[in-house]
């Protein structure tokens, strides 16, 4: 699967080419990988993102697609490294009543609400850094997919539950609940089984094996 046959196949599931449907399907498209990370976070959302903090600073722009924080790890120089504790905003900024103290970067909070939207644009790092860093984020966030970025680990690894699950967002805007009840079973019997299949991973990494 790639972007463009998930594309066609939207079309030839649903029966539609018409030009309102063609033209909302890239949205419903990111709305079924919504969906999907809200049902399974832990399947292959995380990423990394690095970026380097100049002397004095003390806001970190977020990537656009971040959704939550994993951790964040700061780096010197030298190689050094050490973990940001996550505090509350309110919190750093009475760690930090003044942007001119500056020392070692120990905590973070997000900070700063982006414009008609729910998240958080930046990440605060308290005390403003004395120095050059560069800052290990791990993150949670939604991959990029289109007509541009035409795989991710979503059509690599688990093709079926993104195809229905663009086609549950497909049947709620053309309001065909009969197909949306179909493609919600069978989202759910996709999901079922792949978090099966990572349990037994899981335990079959952990469990202790007979040499003998």
């Known amino acids: 699967m790639n972007y463009n046959t998930l594309t066609d196949d939207m079309q030839t599931y649903m029966l539609r080419t018409d030009q309102p449907y063609l033209a909302k399907i890239p949205e419903l498209i990111q709305q079924g990988i919504i969906r999907i990370y809200n049902n399974a976070k832990d399947i292959g959302f995380e990423l990394y993102y690095d970026v380097n903090v100049a002397p004095n600073a003390f806001l970190i722009p977020k990537p656009d697609n971040w959704q939550e924080t994993v951790s964040l790890s700061i780096v010197d120089v030298n190689g050094n490294k050490g973990f940001l504790q996550e505090r509350t905003y309110e919190y750093c900024k009475t760690y ?52 541009r970025n035409q795989i991710n680990f979503l059509t690599q690894r688990y093709p079926n539950l993104l195809l229905y699950s663009c086609l549950m967002e497909a049947c709620l805007f053309l309001d065909n609940e009969e197909k949306r009840n179909k493609y919600e079973m069978m989202f759910g019997k996709e999901l079922e089984t792949i978090n099966r299949m990572n349990v037994d991973r899981t335990t079959d990494r952990t469990v202790m094996r007979d040499k003998s």
Do not use: M
């Open 96 to 147: 930090l009543p003044n942007v001119n103290i500056t020392g070692i970067p120990k905590y973070y909070s997000d900070s700063l609400v982006r414009a008609n939207s729910n998240s958080y644009a930046n990440w605060l790092i308290t005390p403003a850094a004395n120095a050059n860093y560069t800052v290990n984020a791990i993150y949670l966030g939604i991959p990029l997919f289109d007509a």
